[in-house]
């Protein structure tokens, strides 16, 4: 087993915020980051996928096809959105790092399957304090 | 002469756009710079300013001091905020690194005074690939 | 499960040494990490936590909670500080990186218990070519 | 358990290619990696090696054990070298940031059991958007 | 005046020697970094280019153009080539950071002006060590 | 002219206080900096020198030559040391990063005239956040 990174960048809007909740909840539970008027991250997104080397080409995956889907796949659809109200996969979901790490893992995971592909983490960094990083549902 | 800088930081949303141009001209100036629903970055700031040192303290500046006034005239009123709607030295204008570090290099430059403190540079790094440095009116 | 890191920085001076022995033998065990007036490091911190999501804010853990943990119980101790002279938790120990670490796994474990969260991993970076990872006593 | 990390840094060309296939089939897996006048990298290598710590120093090893095994069994083979043509261990293989990691492995893994030590990983980064981890063959 | 700064990478062989020169000349003036079969490089390039501010944008200069231009001029040209073998504006010189620097704002410069902005300084960072910066002839 | 900058690292303890001033007052001017057992700091150095490039080499300097000015001179005298008590260049000055880049120009400033090669800045990073820079008494 080997494992591959590819680092990934977008740049997004987003708010915490529950819309069952009062803005007083809100600020109380989320702070600063339930500004009603938005704030956003530069996002670093980390990929690592695992698998055995492809002895004709010393690649666990050519990074040129992981990069097309990841593209296709995620950074198409944040970079230079708002998380809350212009990202299919993130509909009716918190945009807290830890949601947005789930749910980009759930979308690349089928399309890594079928380049051959096992996805191993997604790590997200929000700001150079805080990150995320997820290993699937039964990790 | 000593140089003194100054890192701070903060997250926010923004949109570039004129007001008085149509949706596709927006995006043919601004591409997706331009998405209505915003997007954001975490932008870094770096204060320089000049002095002599005091011969009391070693200090050109004390670091205090000038948190303090950085804190107060810029960090508060951007972080975690929209940089169109939410922010009073940007009213009217374009959102660009480039007038919001003019703008701020406006805001610190008074206050600095009063400390006894020369503004030097105002450089904002929207993204690891652009950043802007300004040294005022006059240079 | 999902994995939050947060990062916490301090500045610290330090000495490695055994009283036990001569300064001689303190040399060639610990070269110049034994001078005796002290050397120093900007020590950054990796504070991993796990555990499920709260569905109602999206977190495994609020930012804000477990930072306020850190700072009272390990940053407000070390930072700006002898890590050999003035900080309870290293008294009698060598301070190297691995101890350090350990000291604060230590610390932390029975306090984020408290508020229903599960630590990870302790990651200490001395410099940026040398740190240390703690999983706790069983891993 | 402690896990302890070193980072090393080498400079060197090399080419991605197959000698049995044709500059045509070489440019249409391995893009302008394959470029026959080379390119090369700043790589950044981090070893991790694992086990208890010593209770005499505090350490899990002496780092300068640990520095004096990579530079003479590693970095002085690959600094400012052709990876493709004058690295033996790397003789007749691809030079893809797997080969290098696993190539790696294998050169430090016994001598670091001569020093009491056990590998934990390989890290390789060959670009800021490009790494590769390797936790041995049974892992 | 504002100063826009604008960050891209290339990943390169090189070697540094004098074809007039012996090997043994070119080992003691060039060390390594003579080596006969190359090393390489992931070379930073930061274009800082100067001007006014255009109102009706807020940008000194649109960087999709400047984008559009270094990529074209420079880095399609660097990128994952042999700076001594495969650049013509490198031909017969000697491939130091120096000079690949000043060669880099040579080929830069009247482009600029073609679309009404000015060169300011060219930063070449070679390693996180070493670094170079031009200003052009007259600075 | 061209600009090139070395940077080297130090790790050293210190302490800001004036002898003079009761430790009250030493904590109300200096805060947490004043630490009576000291506290330490990763200093990162860069040194730039400027010069025309030399035809033979394609240099400014060699930068074996600066390096080794710069070990001897500097990175020796404090590498591993308290600033205050183990630094003769440091001997009865606050050691702010102020005073500490002004003492490291005023070392090496002789040493590289030797070397034909001008002095141009003394940048001192103490953290992440905050740094000095020095281009000598005239500027």
């Known amino acids: 087993m080997i494992y591959l990174t590819r680092r990934e960048r977008f740049n997004a809007a987003h708010r915490l915020f529950k819309k069952e909740w ?23 997104l980390f990929i690592t996928v695992k698998g055995e080397i492809d002895e004709e080409t010393g690649f666990v995956i050519n990074l040129k096809d992981l990069s097309k889907i990841v593209r296709a796949k995620i950074i198409d659809k944040v970079d230079h959105r708002n998380l809350n109200l212009d990202v299919d996969f993130m509909k009716g979901k918190i945009t807290s790092a830890e949601n947005i790490a789930i749910a980009i893992w ?16 997604i790590k997200l960094v929000e700001t150079e304090n805080n990150s995320i990083e997820y290993y699937g549902k039964n990790n």
Chains 1, 2, 3, 4, 5, 6 share one sequence.
């Open 22 to 44: 009062s803005d007083e909840k809100n600020f109380t539970v989320f702070g600063k980051c339930s500004n009603p008027n938005w704030h956003g991250h530069n996002y670093v």
């Open 106 to 121: 759930e979308e690349l995971e089928k399309d890594l399957v079928a380049i051959k592909c096992e996805l191993h983490c």
